[in-house]
């Protein structure tokens, strides 16, 4: 990386443009080299990163540590510098990449402590039905780490989302806790014809195991 930086000398832009086609290759150190020779000028981010990691993160992206070493080391520094805004990451929440979509949510971990928690859940309210596995765990991931900090506003947006949002996404988002709480985050099954009855589980999977 060094030796890439010395010779050649790019500038910041130069640097954005590079990473498309490093992605490209799919190779993994290619990547991953992409992301370090970014983080390495930090300070000289300017508006075409912010464009190039959101080309790449829809056309080229396509793991999870990239995407993570993103919304982690590249994509904060583009709110603490103010080169992008909280309603610029809201347009990544409408991308068809799924990977798009994590980077937006886990951005927000770099907010956590530095904006309203009813503004970062109205961000990601948007995806609280999103299918991609990808996209769930990292709003888990989110909202764990917001409980931390506000466990009663987490434990009333997950009760307002109990019957839509998928079981990852609960599960990542109570961490720990999940087996004490799934009951509170989950709609009961009710067979069609039956009444709601605390036991119905229970009775019902014992008369499968005796049938076999």
Same mark, same amino acid.
Request: net charge neutral; charged share 30%.
């Given at each position: 990386?060094?030796?890439?930086?010395? $010779?050649?000398?790019?500038?910041?832009?130069?640097?954005?443009?590079?990473?498309?086609?490093?992605?490209?290759?799919?190779?993994?150190?290619?990547?991953?080299?992409?992301?370090? +020779?970014?983080?390495?000028?930090?300070?000289?981010?300017?508006?075409?990163?912010?464009?190039?990691?959101?080309?790449?993160?829809?056309?080229? !992206?396509?793991?999870?540590?990239?995407?993570? @070493?993103?919304?982690?080391?590249?994509?904060?520094? +583009?709110?603490?510098?103010?080169?992008?805004?909280?309603?610029?990451?809201? #347009?990544?929440?409408?991308?068809?990449?799924?990977? #798009?979509?994590?980077?937006?949510?886990?951005?927000? @971990?770099?907010?956590?402590?530095?904006?309203? !928690?009813?503004?970062?859940?109205?961000?990601?309210?948007? +995806?609280?039905?999103?299918?991609?596995?990808?996209?769930?765990?990292?709003?888990?991931?989110? +909202?764990?780490? @917001?409980?931390? @900090?506000?466990?009663?506003? $987490?434990?009333?947006?997950? #009760?307002?989302?109990?019957?839509?949002?998928?079981?990852?996404?609960?599960?990542?988002?109570?961490?720990?806790?999940?087996?004490?709480?799934?009951?509170?985050?989950?709609?009961?099954? !009710?067979?069609?014809?039956?009444?709601?009855?605390?036991?119905?589980?229970?009775?019902?999977?014992?008369?499968?195991?005796?049938?076999?």
């Amino acid at each position: 990386r060094n030796h890439i930086l010395t $010779i050649f000398q790019p500038s910041i832009t130069e640097l954005a443009e590079l990473a498309y086609p490093f992605f490209a290759t799919g190779k993994y150190e290619f990547g991953t080299l992409a992301i370090f +020779l970014l983080k390495k000028h930090r300070p000289r981010f300017n508006r075409r990163v912010y464009e190039e990691i959101k080309l790449c993160l829809d056309e080229v !992206v396509e793991n999870w540590t990239h995407s993570d @070493l993103i919304a982690t080391k590249i994509t904060p520094v +583009l709110l603490e510098l103010e080169i992008a805004s909280m309603e610029d990451f809201a #347009t990544w929440l409408d991308s068809e990449s799924k990977w #798009t979509r994590r980077v937006a949510v886990v951005t927000m @971990l770099y907010q956590k402590e530095r904006l309203p !928690v009813q503004e970062l859940l109205d961000f990601i309210s948007p +995806l609280m039905q999103d299918q991609a596995r990808c996209v769930q765990q990292g709003i888990g991931w989110l +909202l764990r780490e @917001l409980s931390e @900090l506000y466990p009663q506003e $987490i434990e009333e947006f997950l #009760t307002q989302y109990k019957d839509s949002a998928a079981p990852m996404l609960i599960q990542y988002a109570t961490g720990k806790n999940y087996k004490e709480k799934k009951n509170n985050f989950h709609k009961p099954y !009710v067979k069609k014809g039956y009444q709601s009855h605390p036991n119905y589980h229970k009775k019902k999977r014992y008369k499968e195991t005796d049938d076999e």
